[in-house]
C-alpha cells in the first residue's frame, strides 16, 4: 500500500505546470511527499499533522485522504503494540472522525479499549466494526474475549463458533474455543452470586450461603489492597470456586498451586462449608494480583507479583513463606532474573524457594522505603517501562539500583 501511494505522489510532483495556482497545488504535494518521509521513518504522528494540514487546501484529493489513513492506522498500531492504550483510543476517534466507515479505525479502537477493561465501550466498537463487512474472526475473537471477561459465556461461545466457521485454521480461536467448551460443561451446573466488584461462581447445592460468605471476603480484600496501593479496580472479578479435580482439569496448573488468577480468580476449594482463614487468606492473595495486574497493566516481574500477593496474606496470617531459609546457600537461591520469570516450570522445592525469595524481596522494599514508593514502581510499571528503568526512576534517588538490589538483599536478609 506504501508504495502505491508514494508512486502516486511521484507522478502528480512531474506534472510540470507555470501558472500560478498549479504551482500553488504543488506545494501542498511538497507538504505530502514530506509526510510520506515521515511515515517510511515511523514519525507517524507528526505525518497526521502535516498530511492535515495539507487537506485543508485539498480535502478531496484520493492520495491525501489515503496517506492519512495509512498514517492513523500505523500509529494506532504502534501505540497498542506499545501498550499504550488510551492514547490510541483517543487518536482513534479522531481518525473516525475524518472517516466514519474505515473498518479498522473502530476495530482497533475496540481493542484498545478491550485493553483498558472497558468492555461494555469496546463491545459497542467492535459491534459497530462487525457490522461494516463480511464475518471477520479477528473482530469476533475479540468480543468473545470481552464476553469471557465479562462472564458472558454462551456469548463467547456464540462468537467463537462463528469465528471458527470464518477461520478453522485460526489457532487462537480455536484454543479459546476449546478452553471456553470445558469450561461451559462445570460451570453451567454451579450457582453465581453478584455483588459490588464480583461474580462468584460456586456449587450452591453444597452451600448456598457460600457466594455471599465469599463476597464478604472479597469487599473486604478489595478496600484493604485499595487503601495499601492507593487503586480500586472498576471492573467486576469473576472468581470460581471449584473441586480440587476440576481445578486441575480445567487449569491445568501444577499441583503445588493454591490457587490461579487468569483474568479469572480460580480456586480449588469446591465443597467448603464456611469460609475458613485458609480460603480468606487465598481470597486476599488472588485479589492482590487482581489489583497488580490491572494497576500495571501486566507488566509485572513475577517476584513482586508474588511477593505483595503474599503480604497481602498478612492481613490474615504470616504466610508460612514468610522467610528465606538463613542456611540457604547462594548456590541454593534463585537469580532476580530468574525470579523475574513465570515459576509454573518448577519443582515443587524450587517453588517454595522462589516464593519465599519474592515475599523477602518485597518485605525489604516494604520495610524501607514503604507501601507508597512500591506503589510508584507499580506506576512506572504501567508506562510499559523495564523493570529495571521503572525501579531505578523510584529508587535511585534513595541510592538503590536494580543492578544492585540483589546484592544488597542478600547482604541484609
Known amino acids: ?55 485543508e487546501a485539498d480535502p478531496y484529493h484520493p492520495v491525501l485522504r489515503e496517506n492519512l489513513e495509512f498514517a492513523y492506522l500505523s500509529a494506532a498500531h504502534g501505540m497498542i503494540k506499545d501498550k499504550h492504550y488510551e492514547k490510541a483510543a483517543e487518536l482513534l476517534l479522531e481518525a473516525q472522525e475524518f472517516n466514519d466507515q474505515q473498518r479498522q479505525f473502530w476495530s482497533l479502537r475496540g481493542l484498545a479499549l478491550l485493553e483498558m477493561k472497558k468492555y461494555y465501550e469496546a463491545e459497542a466498537e467492535l459491534q459497530e466494526a462487525l457490522g461494516m463487512g463480511e464475518p471477520d474472526a479477528t473482530i469476533l475473537f475479540w468480543l468473545a474475549k470481552i464476553y469471557y471477561n465479562t ?35 462445570v460451570e453451567e451446573k454451579m450457582d453465581k452470586e453478584y455483588g459490588g466488584h464480583f461474580i462468584i461462581t460456586f456449587d450452591g447445592d453444597k452451600n448456598d450461603a457460600l457466594g455471599d460468605a465469599v463476597l464478604d471476603v472479597l469487599e473486604e480484600a478489595y478496600n484493604w489492597v485499595g487503601s495499601q496501593l492507593d487503586y480500586y479496580p472498576q471492573e467486576q472479578v469473576t472468581v470460581l470456586l471449584y473441586s480440587h479435580q476440576e481445578f486441575r482439569e480445567l487449569t491445568r496448573s501444577p499441583d503445588w498451586a493454591g490457587g490461579l488468577y487468569d483474568g479469572k480468580i480460580r480456586l480449588p476449594v469446591g465443597g467448603i462449608s464456611k469460609v475458613n482463614d485458609y480460603v480468606r487468606i487465598l481470597l486476599y492473595h488472588e485479589y492482590m494480583h487482581v489489583a497488580l495486574n490491572d494497576l500495571a497493566k501486566g507488566n509485572l516481574p513475577v517476584w513482586l507479583n508474588e511477593g505483595l500477593a503474599q503480604e497481602a496474606e498478612r492481613r490474615i496470617a504470616r504466610p508460612v513463606t514468610h522467610a528465606v531459609d538463613q542456611d540457604s546457600s547462594a548456590k541454593q537461591l534463585l537469580s532476580l532474573k530468574r525470579l523475574e520469570k513465570p515459576f509454573l516450570d518448577l519443582n515443587g522445592k524450587q517453588a517454595a524457594l522462589a516464593y519465599q525469595q519474592s515475599y523477602s524481596l518485597v518485605r525489604y522494599l516494604l520495610h524501607n522505603y514503604g507501601w507508597h514508593l512500591v506503589g510508584d514502581l507499580l506506576r512506572a510499571l504501567r508506562s510499559g517501562q523495564a523493570i529495571e528503568q521503572a525501579f531505578d526512576s523510584v529508587f535511585e534517588v534513595y541510592g538503590l539500583k536494580y543492578a544492585e538490589f540483589e546484592g544488597v538483599w542478600r547482604g541484609g536478609r
Open 1 to 55: 500500500m506504501m508504495r502505491l501511494l508514494i508512486a502516486s505522489v511521484l507522478v502528480l510532483l512531474c506534472l510540470g505546470a507555470a501558472s500560478a495556482s498549479e504551482l500553488k497545488v504543488r506545494s501542498h504535494f511538497d507538504e505530502n511527499n514530506e509526510a510520506v518521509e515521515l511515515l517510511k521513518t515511523g514519525r507517524y504522528l507528526e505525518a497526521i499533522e502535516m498530511l492535515k494540514q495539507a487537506r
Open 151 to 185: 462472564d458472558r459465556m454462551y456469548d463467547a461461545l456464540d462468537v467463537l463458533e462463528d469465528a471458527a466457521e470464518v477461520a478453522p485454521d485460526n489457532h487462537a480461536v480455536v484454543e479459546m474455543l476449546d478452553k471456553v467448551r470445558r469450561e461451559l460443561t
